[in-house]
C-alpha cells in the first residue's frame, strides 16, 4: 500500500470523474484500508459513488448505512439522504444512481472533516460507548432459474469411501476410550485393599463395541426421537403447517420423494428461535426433517423450500445415516457435562465444586474429541447437499440468501441470550451453518459487504489449513460455489463473489503460524540422522550406543525438542507489544476482517470496547464461551487463566470491558486476550505468551529428559 495516501485518493475520486468506475473502486478500497480517519472518510464517500455508478447498488446501500453512523453531522446527513435514494422502491436503478450522484461532496473540504480528522495516528480515536441504532440489511432479491442444465454428475466413491471412513474413526475413538477407562479403573481397584480387578474390563470390547454401534444404528430415528422430545421440546409438524409457511418447501418434498418412491420424510419442529435444520434417520423411509422454529420465522417461502432440498441430499447421498450415529453417541455426553456443571453450580459443599468442574470438563473434552471424528464428512456433505438443494430447486440465489439468514439468526440468538445455548452447541454437528462462523459473520453482516467479509474464505491461499478442525466448510468458499452456479445458469447472483487465483502471499506469516507442528516432523528427521550417524559409528567401532537401537524413544525426545523450538521461535512474532496508542478499535473491524491475504499468525494489536457474554458457571470453566459484543460485531474471545487472580472472567458478564489483545483471522475470527478491563479499573490478565513459554520449556524438559535417561 502506498505510504502517501492523498495521491491514491485523488487518483480514485479523478477515475469516477473519467467514468472509469472499477479503477475507482479498486483505487478507493485501498485508500479506505488505511489508517488515516480523513482520508478513509473520502474514500468511502467516493466508494458509496462509484459502487451505485457501476450498478452496485446493494454494496453501496452497505456502505451507506456505515456512514450514516459517522461522528461528522455533515457525513451523517449526506449517507443518510443518499442512502434513502437508494433504497426508493418502484424506480429504476438508473434513476436511483443519478440523483445519488447529483449532489454528492466527491472531494469535500477538509477543514469541515475536524471531528473525523482530528485524530492522529498517535492516539487511538476515541470509541463510542453507546449503543449504535440497528441497521438494516438490504437483500438483493437475485432470480431463480425458470429452466436449466443439469448439474455435471459427480463421482460419489470418495464420499462414500469418507462415509465409511467416518464410522471406523468414530468406532476406534470409543474403544480407545472404552479400554482407557476400564484400565484405569482396574488400576485403581488393584491398588486398594480387600477388591479385586473386574475380569470383564480386561476383555478386548472391539466386538461388543461394533455389535452396540450397529444396533445403535437400528435404533436411531426412535432413539433421536425421543432425546428431541425429552430434552428439546420436538413436536411434530404437520404438513398443512409447513404449508403456511413455504408452499414450495411442500412441493418440493413430495416431487423429490415421488419421483424416488419414497414415503414423505416425517417433519418435526424445535422451538428455538434459532434458525436450525437437521436430518437423522437409517433409512429413506425412516428419515426425519426437523427445523427449528425460528428458521420458519425468519426465512422466506423459497428459502425454506432450498434448506429442506439441502435436507433431502443428505438422505440422497446416505450421508445422513453415519450422522445420526454420531449425533446420537455425542448426546448423551453432552448431556452429562451439563450434568456436572449443573450439580457443580448448585452444590453447597464447597469440596465438589472443584470436582464437578474437573468432570465437566472432561466430559466436554470427549464430547470435542468424539464429534470431532466426523469434522471432515461434516464439511464435504454441504457441498454435496447444497449442489443437489440447487439442482431440485433451480435456486441457488435463494439458497445463498438462506444460508446467510440462518448466521444473521445464530448471531442474533446469542446476542439475545447473552450466550452460546446449549442447544446450538449441542446440534451443531448436523446444523446447516455452524454457530462459531456465525458469530462473527451474522453480527457483523450491517457494517460492511459480505463480498468484502468473504474474500478471506477465498481468497487467501492458506485457507484450508485454518479449518482442520471446523466442523463446517468455510462460508465464503461454499457460497461462492453456489455464485458459480447461478453464473452458469446466466443468472444474476446474490453476491458478487469473482471466481479468481488466489492471493500471493509471503509465506513468513504462513511458517510462523506452522513453526510449533513444523518443529514435529523436523525433530523426526533429526532423530533419524542420529541414528544414522551412530550406526555408522557403530559400524566403525567409534561408540558403542547400544540403547539407540534397543529403545526408539529417543524419537519422541528429538520430536518434543522440535516442538519446543518452532514454539519459541514463533512467540515474538506471535504475541508482539501492544502499544495502545496504536492499537486499532472496534469500528476499523470490518475492514480489518477485509483483508483477504491476513492470516492468524500477523497478530493485529486491537483494543475493543464493549459488552462481555458468555456462559456463568461451572460449564464455562474451560472459558470455551466468552464473547466480546461490541458496536460492530460479536468477537470470540481467548482467555487463559492465571494463578493467583482475585477476579473470574465470568463476574464480569454482562459488563462493559475494554478488551486488549490480538485479533487473529482464520477461518472465524478471535481475539487472544493480553488485558481485559472494567469501567472501575479492575482489570483480568490472560497470559497467552507466558503459557505458551512454559509449555515450550516443558516439552524441551521432557524431551532432554527422555534422551539423557536413553
Known amino acids: 500500500m502506498p505510504s502517501h495516501p492523498e495521491p491514491s485518493l485523488e487518483a480514485g475520486l479523478s477515475a469516477i470523474k473519467q467514468g472509469d468506475f472499477q479503477s475507482a473502486i479498486a483505487t478507493l478500497e485501498a485508500v479506505a484500508a488505511t489508517d488515516n480517519s480523513n482520508t478513509v472518510l473520502q474514500a468511502q464517500i467516493g466508494l458509496v459513488v462509484a459502487y451505485a455508478k457501476s450498478g452496485n447498488i446493494p454494496k453501496a446501500i452497505a456502505l451507506c448505512e456505515t456512514l450514516t453512523q459517522s461522528q461528522n453531522p455533515q457525513v451523517q446527513q449526506w449517507a443518510n439522504g443518499t442512502l434513502e435514494q437508494l433504497t426508493l422502491p418502484q424506480q429504476s436503478s438508473e434513476t436511483s444512481i443519478t440523483d445519488v450522484t447529483r449532489s454528492v461532496p466527491i472531494e469535500p473540504d477538509k477543514r469541515n472533516w475536524g471531528d473525523e480528522g482530528a485524530t492522529s495516528s498517535s ?12 441497521l438494516t440489511i438490504h437483500w438483493r432479491q437475485a432470480r431463480r432459474a425458470q429452466s436449466w442444465q443439469p448439474l455435471q454428475k459427480l463421482n460419489l466413491i470418495p464420499f462414500r469411501l469418507l462415509i465409511a471412513g467416518t464410522f471406523i474413526a468414530l468406532f476406534w475413538v470409543m474403544r480407545e476410550l472404552l479400554v482407557l477407562v476400564m484400565r484405569f479403573i482396574n488400576d485403581i481397584l488393584s491398588k486398594l485393599p480387600y477388591l479385586q480387578q473386574i475380569q470383564l474390563f480386561s476383555a478386548n470390547p472391539t466386538l461388543f463395541l461394533l455389535l452396540l454401534l450397529l444396533i445403535l444404528i437400528g435404533f436411531s430415528p426412535w432413539l433421536l426421537d425421543r432425546i428431541l422430545i425429552n430434552f428439546y421440546g420436538h413436536r411434530k409438524l404437520e404438513r398443512d403447517t409447513l404449508n403456511r409457511y413455504s408452499k414450495e418447501a411442500v412441493r418440493v418434498l413430495q416431487g423429490c420423494c415421488q419421483q424416488r418412491g419414497w414415503e414423505l420424510p416425517k417433519l418435526g419442529v424445535l422451538p428455538l428461535a434459532a434458525p436450525l435444520a437437521l436430518t437423522y434417520g437409517n433409512l429413506p423411509r425412516t428419515a426425519r426433517i426437523v427445523v427449528s422454529q425460528g428458521l420458519l420465522e425468519q426465512l422466506a417461502d423459497d428459502e425454506i423450500a432450498t434448506i429442506y432440498a439441502s435436507q433431502l441430499g443428505h438422505i440422497v447421498h446416505w450421508d445422513f445415516v453415519v450422522m445420526s450415529l454420531v449425533l446420537l453417541v455425542t448426546i448423551p455426553i453432552y448431556k452429562a457435562y451439563q450434568y456436572f456443571s449443573q450439580w457443580g453450580d448448585t452444590t453447597t459443599a464447597r469440596i465438589w465444586r472443584p470436582i464437578m468442574g474437573i468432570m465437566a470438563s472432561l466430559t466436554y473434552g470427549v464430547w ?39 448466521a444473521i439468526g445464530i448471531a442474533d440468538d446469542i446476542q439475545k441470550q447473552e450466550h452460546t445455548s446449549w442447544q446450538l452447541e449441542s446440534l451443531n454437528i448436523l446444523a446447516p451453518v455452524s454457530h462459531q462462523q456465525s458469530i462473527c459473520l451474522g453480527s457483523i453482516a450491517p457494517h460492511t459487504t459480505f463480498e468484502s467479509f468473504f474474500m478471506w474464505d477465498y481468497l487467501n491461499p492458506y485457507r484450508w489449513w485454518f479449518v482442520i478442525n471446523n466442523t463446517h466448510p468455510l462460508f465464503g468458499d461454499r457460497l461462492q460455489r453456489l455464485v458459480s452456479i447461478a453464473r452458469r445458469w446466466h443468472l444474476e447472483t446474490q453476491l458478487n463473489l469473482e471466481s479468481q487465483q488466489p492471493l500471493r502471499v509471503k509465506p513468513q506469516s504462513f511458517l510462523f503460524q506452522i513453526a510449533p507442528f513444523l518443529g514435529i516432523p523436523i525433530g523426526a528427521v533429526f532423530a533419524v540422522l542420529i541414528w544414522l550417524i551412530w550406526q555408522t559409528a557403530y559400524a566403525l567401532k567409534f561408540l558403542n550406543l547400544k540403547w539407540i537401537y534397543d529403545d526408539w524413544s529417543f524419537v519422541t525426545g528429538c520430536v518434543l525438542i522440535g516442538f519446543s523450538i518452532g514454539t519459541l521461535f514463533r512467540i515474538n512474532s506471535f504475541f508482539p507489544d501492544i502499544k495502545l496508542t496504536t492499537a486499532q478499535t472496534d469500528d476499523r473491524l470490518p475492514n480489518l476482517l477485509s483483508n483477504p491475504a491476513v492470516l492468524p499468525s500477523d497478530s493485529i494489536a486491537v483494543r475493543f470496547v464493549g459488552k462481555l457474554l458468555g456462559r456463568r458457571g461451572v460449564s464455562n470453566c474451560s472459558s470455551q464461551d466468552f464473547i466480546l459484543q461490541s458496536n460492530t460485531a460479536l468477537v470470540k474471545l481467548h482467555h487463559i487463566w492465571w494463578i493467583g487472580q482475585q477476579v473470574n472472567l465470568q463476574d464480569l458478564i454482562g459488563r462493559q470491558i475494554t478488551v486488549t489483545g490480538w485479533l487473529r483471522r482464520g477461518a472465524t475470527p478471535w481475539i487472544d486476550i493480553q488485558t481485559l478491563q472494567t469501567q472501575s479499573g479492575t482489570t483480568i490478565y490472560s497470559p497467552h505468551p507466558i503459557w505458551s513459554t512454559v509449555l515450550a520449556v516443558a516439552a524441551e524438559a521432557w524431551g532432554a529428559y527422555i534422551l539423557l535417561r536413553g
Open 368 to 406: 470435542c474429541l468424539l464429534t470431532g471424528t466426523s469434522i471432515w464428512l461434516s464439511q464435504l456433505r454441504l457441498y454435496y447437499s447444497d449442489r443437489f438443494a440447487v439442482e431440485i430447486t433451480g435456486n441457488p440465489n435463494g439458497l445463498v440468501r438462506a444460508l446467510l439468514k440462518i
Open 123 to 134: 492516539s487511538p480515536p476515541p470509541v463510542s460507548r453507546e449503543k449504535a441504532k440497528p
